[in-house]
């Protein structure tokens, strides 16, 4: 069970909720509790941004309507998931103390305003935060009400102001040590940009340095490692009051201006925030955006090996996306069923009631300006929460995975930092996707690893463009193939050290030329609107005669591994022949190189057939149609639950292995399932 389940085991269904911008109206707070539990609302996040409501002057806290609110919500059944307010700061702390003010990479300060915006290095601002969050540690830290921890909002964002440049450099020599070194890691001596002293190292800035890769690079960790302990000075004081309580913080999907992995040791719990743009398509299916959506769900479930919450979503629209669709009829309860399916143990929104003024008066809520229970969106969030009462056996439950992904964040800095061989876009998460896809369309379980994570344990590791070799990585993955792993390695992997420093010799470096007996030649990349084909030459399994690629297409010479596809090519100048897939016996295992970037047709057949070899089943041994996706979790005791998702305006059915039962009709199914246009089903295997 996860942490947060010992103190409430249920599925945990919540929302946002800012009572004091609605103080002026105690009517509506009293309202909103009976309206809470109409919509099955079993916890609410509070005091996110409400740092000028609990401390209105310096020093002077007024905590108290907030622990009115907190009881008022214990006593109905209703717990809180209790913000620390770092997210925005109040006014006056701006104008006493301009250090908390973020400075951008231009070296122009901030004005208040906004959110997400302050120093995080500032000593005052630490201060300010520890000092406040002790506040409500020593008052709400043994609340019976309260269940979790809420840590800042959306933590993003670096700051580039004098206190941050001091800190850079002490990171710097405590990494580097010597000038030398880092001269020397940094290949400084490229147009002459040597650094003779510390003092004279800048971050990264269009107005100064942005060549020097292994500073930008270096750049982006020391803001990771800087937001990481901003946030251990955030929680020290509560984890101090009560260990007992968890600890989260909401991410945004793919969102990576630091590197989330830094906080998972700090972490009892990983939530996100989704917000696809659900019907934005022509067609009515929204299989892109749950693609996208159940892609960050799988990557959350992978970060710390459990089930993660859905911090926020919206129960009808956003007000920032270009065009806020508000989702239609079905679609709250389709997306709900996904997030559960790929591993998460809450449903909760953003927000609970519409604020009346400013940026966010026209965002969805499950109250809105007309102040009615008796609206759609209202019915069909209370429908949510029924469904979620009924699974508390859910709670906690796991996903076994047997294929990963690697995907990792420092390594997309690089990607896209370096400069060459592609500078329209070298297409990191979209190949990442083209592995992605094929194994989530046809409901086989995987979980999104990154270099650092344990990955010993998969039958098959897929590592799209692993440009950056840092730590033990290399080695991992030969060892994972030697043991008797199956690992797909593609173009673009093992060119640059950890630091954007290129390897010199055969390439991929590190050993991984040797796992997939394949060397580099020479890269080729594509125009948009150019195509190369990869023709199959012998493939142990079924694939089609040929395949187009585009983006990148690597010549490589084959040094041992066996060649199952060349390049075809009617240039009088390109050899024939070049190999573009291989594969290799290494130990015990295989290693396979995908040197183009081919369409996913190619990714499908390739992984499709690899997994059915390797015994990587799907959830559920069918063919799903078009349109219709599957995933499972297994609870304590192992029972299995199993989701069905139709993503299409279209009625679907599903032809089942084995008879199965839906959940909360009751109703078991044979030979066939049924699924509703936009219908999702929860089943149990049926008696
Ligand atoms: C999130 C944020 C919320 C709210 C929401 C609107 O990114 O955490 O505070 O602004 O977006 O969609």
Known sequence: ???????????????????????????????????????????????IFAWAALEPKEGEYHLDWLAEVIDNLYQNGIYTVLATPSGARPAWMAKKYPEVLRTGADRVRALMGGRHNHCYTSPVYREKVRAINTQLAARFAKHPGVILWHISNEIQGECHCELCQAAFRAWLREKYG???????????????????????????????????????????????????????????????????????????????????????????????????????????????????SDAYSDICRSMLGKPFLLMENTPSQTNWHEVCRPKH?????????????HGADSIQYFQWRQSRGCSEKFHGA?????????????????????????????????????????????????????????????????????????????????????????????????????????????????????????????????????????????????????VAGVRLLEMDPLYDNQHETMRITRTPFPMAESYRCGKLCERISAEGAEVLAVYETDSPVLPDNMPCLTKNEFGRGTAYYVAAFAEH??????????????????????????????????????????????????????????????????RSYQNVIPLAPYGAKILVKAE
């Open 329 to 341: 009829p079905g679609i709250l309860r389709l997306t709900s069923i996904t997030k559960l399916a």
């Open 178 to 292: 010597t000038l030398e070194k880092l001269n020397h890691e940094w290949w400084t001596m490229f147009w002459s940009h040597t650094y003779s002293d510390w003092d004279e190292i800048e971050s990264p800035s269009w107005r100064g340095e942005t060549n020097v890769h292994g500073l930008n690079l270096d750049w982006k960790r020391f803001v990771s490692h800087q937001t990481a302990e901003f946030f251990r000075n955030e929680i020290e004081p509560l984890k101090a009051a009560n260990p007992a309580i968890p600890v989260t913080t909401n991410f945004m999907g793919f969102h990576d201006s630091f590197d989330y992995y830094k906080l998972l040791p700090l972490l009892d719990v990983v939530s996100w925030d989704s917000y696809p743009t659900w019907h934005n398509s022509t067609d009515g299916n929204e299989m892109y955006n749950a693609l996208w």
């Open 601 to 666: 047709r190619f990714f499908s057949d390739l992984l499709l057939s690899l997994a059915e070899r390797l015994g990587i089943a799907p959830v559920l041994d069918t063919t799903l149609p078009e349109g219709v996706t599957a995933s499972a979790r297994m609870a304590e005791g192992g029972e299995m639950f199993w989701f069905l998702m139709n993503w299409t305006a279209e009625q679907k059915s599903v032809n089942l292995p084995f008879p199965l039962r839906d959940f909360e009709s009751g």
């Open 366 to 514: 499950v109250m809105t300006h007309a102040n009615r229970t008796d609206t759609r969106v209202f019915r069909e969030v209370s429908s949510v929460g029924t469904m979620l009462e009924k699974l508390d056996r859910l709670c906690g439950a796991k996903t076994k995975a047997k294929a990963a992904i690697l995907f990792d964040t420092e390594n997309g800095w690089a990607i896209r930092d370096a400069k060459g061989p592609r500078n329209q876009d070298m297409g990191y998460q979209e190949l990442f996707f083209r592995f992605y896809e094929p194994l989530w369309k046809a409901g086989i379980p995987v979980d999104i690893v990154n270099a650092d994570m344990d990955f010993s344990g998969y039958h098959l590791l897929c590592v799209p463009m692993l440009y950056l070799l840092r730590g033990d990585t290399a080695k991992r993955i030969a060892d994972f193939t030697k043991q008797g792993g199956t690992v797909i390695l593609t173009m673009h992997t093992g060119l640059v050290n950890e630091n954007d420093l290129c390897y010199m010799g055969d390439t991929p470096a590190e050993g991984l030329a040797e």
């Open 1 to 47: 069970m996860p942490k947060y389940a010992a103190l409430l085991p249920h599925m945990l269904h919540g929302c946002d909720y800012n009572p004091e911008q609605w103080m002026y109206d105690p009517a509506i707070l009293r309202q909103d509790i009976e309206h809470m539990k109409e919509a099955h609302i079993n916890c609410v996040s509070l005091g």
